[in-house]
């Protein structure tokens, strides 16, 4: 198990330096940034002068090089637009992405699992086939998509929710103000609604045909007729036998789905004006704040990386053929 973890984190420097090295390059390939920082009537001498202050004007390898070493010292730089530090800004803005990222996993994991038992229970049915193009339907819809209907719809229509803004839980919580986090949460829950709602469909739809399929995989097995055979409940067979040898390959995948809604809630949040961490990511990139993308780049990269690893940790604890594997 220890040669695993230090394996990871070895594949974790490797995976951080390379997606800070393809989202610099990016960043520089839009055009020389030092023009979003200076006026429309700045003369040369100025330009020139604001690109030697933020660094633009040394080569491309040698920012690069400096940003690294500064990065193995803990150092993410500075804003350039809001001329703090970047990884400051960036954890501020993370808990809200935090609570989007959970109530949408949440949502779509706790209708996931029932519709896909209850579609592969009932397959080659009228049932089946409803939730089996409600998940083609799901995974075809962009969230944006859905995003800008659930606002035109619930939002402007029937008023029924806030199509933008958002009531922290998290952030007092983490500041130790237990008594606001818990008055905050029901105004939380409200503001989450449709970005949460948007951010869950695509997943919600393809878990669902995951554990569809991974529960037909199971029921045809010798130990679940063997347990119908012995005249146990039905119940019994569904949850005790079937349902939790089908989890494997679904925990695989939701293990990874919160990395996956992490890292893609950058869109919705812009639409609903949300002000987490992937607005902010976007904000940024239009303003070629090189630090600052950096560093919300580094933080959703780690997340990703730690949550597969933990995957992979849980995987060879509920699989006892995958540790003895390892051990070989």
Same mark, same amino acid.
Request: glycine content about 8%; aromatic content about 10%; hydrophobic content about 55%.
């Given at each position: 198990?220890?040669?695993?973890?230090?394996?990871?984190?070895?594949?974790?420097?490797?995976?951080?330096? $390379?997606?800070? &090295? =393809?989202? @610099?390059?990016? %960043?520089?390939?839009?055009?020389? !940034?030092?023009?979003?920082? #200076?006026?429309?009537?700045?003369?040369?001498?100025?330009?020139?002068?604001?690109?030697?202050?933020?660094?633009?004007?040394?080569?491309?390898?040698?920012?690069?090089?400096?940003?690294?070493?500064?990065?193995?010292?803990?150092?993410?730089?500075?804003?350039?637009?809001?001329?703090?530090?970047?990884?400051?800004?960036?954890?501020?803005?993370?808990?809200?992405?935090?609570?989007?990222?959970?109530?949408?996993?949440?949502?779509?994991?706790?209708?996931?699992?029932?519709?896909?038992?209850?579609?592969?229970?009932?397959?080659?049915?009228?049932?089946?086939?409803?939730?089996?193009?409600?998940?083609?339907?799901?995974?075809?819809?962009?969230?944006?998509?859905? $995003?800008?209907? &659930? =606002?035109? @719809?619930?939002? %402007?229509?029937?008023?029924?929710? !806030?199509?933008?803004?958002? #009531?922290?839980?998290?952030?007092?919580?983490?500041?130790?103000?237990?008594?606001?986090?818990?008055?905050?949460?029901?105004?939380?829950?409200?503001?989450?609604?449709?970005?949460?709602?948007?951010?869950?469909?695509?997943?919600?739809?393809?878990?669902?045909?995951?554990?569809?399929?991974?529960?037909?995989?199971?029921?045809?097995?010798?130990?679940?007729?063997?347990?119908?055979?012995?005249?146990?409940?039905?119940?019994?067979?569904?949850?005790?036998?079937?349902?939790?040898?089908?989890?494997?390959?679904?925990?695989?995948?939701?293990?990874?789905?919160?990395?996956?809604?992490?890292?893609?809630?950058?869109?919705?949040?812009?639409?609903?004006?949300?002000? $987490?961490?992937?607005?902010?990511? @976007?904000?940024?990139?239009?303003?070629?704040?090189? !630090?600052?993308?950096?560093?919300?780049?580094?933080?959703?990269?780690?997340?990703?990386?730690?949550?597969?690893?933990?995957?992979?940790?849980?995987?060879?604890?509920?699989?006892?053929?995958?540790?003895?594997?390892?051990?070989?």
């Amino acid at each position: 198990m220890g040669v695993l973890v230090a394996r990871r984190l070895l594949q974790s420097v490797v995976v951080i330096l $390379g997606v800070t &090295l =393809i989202s @610099f390059i990016a %960043l520089h390939a839009g055009g020389d !940034p030092t023009y979003l920082f #200076v006026s429309e009537r700045a003369t040369a001498e100025e330009i020139a002068l604001v690109r030697q202050a933020l660094g633009f004007d040394r080569p491309l390898h040698v920012q690069y090089l400096s940003f690294a070493a500064d990065l193995a010292r803990g150092d993410f730089g500075t804003s350039l637009s809001y001329r703090q530090p970047a990884l400051d800004i960036v954890l501020g803005a993370f808990p809200a992405t935090i609570e989007l990222a959970v109530f949408a996993f949440v949502l779509a994991i706790a209708l996931a699992v029932p519709l896909g038992v209850v579609a592969a229970l009932n397959r080659g049915t009228a049932v089946d086939g409803s939730i089996t193009i409600l998940g083609l339907l799901g995974q075809s819809i962009p969230n944006f998509w859905m $995003g800008i209907m &659930l =606002i035109l @719809f619930f939002g %402007l229509y029937l008023r029924w929710f !806030p199509i933008s803004g958002h #009531v922290p839980f998290l952030l007092p919580l983490l500041n130790g103000d237990l008594a606001t986090a818990i008055g905050n949460l029901p105004r939380t829950i409200y503001f989450l609604v449709m970005p949460g709602i948007a951010v869950a469909t695509y997943s919600l739809a393809r878990n669902t045909r995951l554990v569809r399929s991974s529960m037909l995989e199971v029921l045809g097995q010798d130990y679940v007729r063997t347990a119908r055979a012995k005249g146990l409940d039905e119940r019994v067979v569904i949850v005790q036998h079937a349902l939790r040898n089908a989890w494997l390959p679904v925990v695989t995948m939701i293990g990874l789905e919160f990395g996956f809604l992490l890292g893609g809630v950058v869109v919705t949040e812009t639409v609903f004006s949300y002000p $987490g961490i992937g607005r902010l990511l @976007f904000n940024a990139i239009n303003q070629r704040d090189i !630090p600052l993308v950096q560093a919300g780049v580094i933080l959703l990269a780690g997340n990703f990386i730690l949550l597969n690893t933990a995957v992979d940790l849980l995987y060879a604890r509920l699989d006892p053929r995958v540790a003895l594997a390892r051990r070989r």
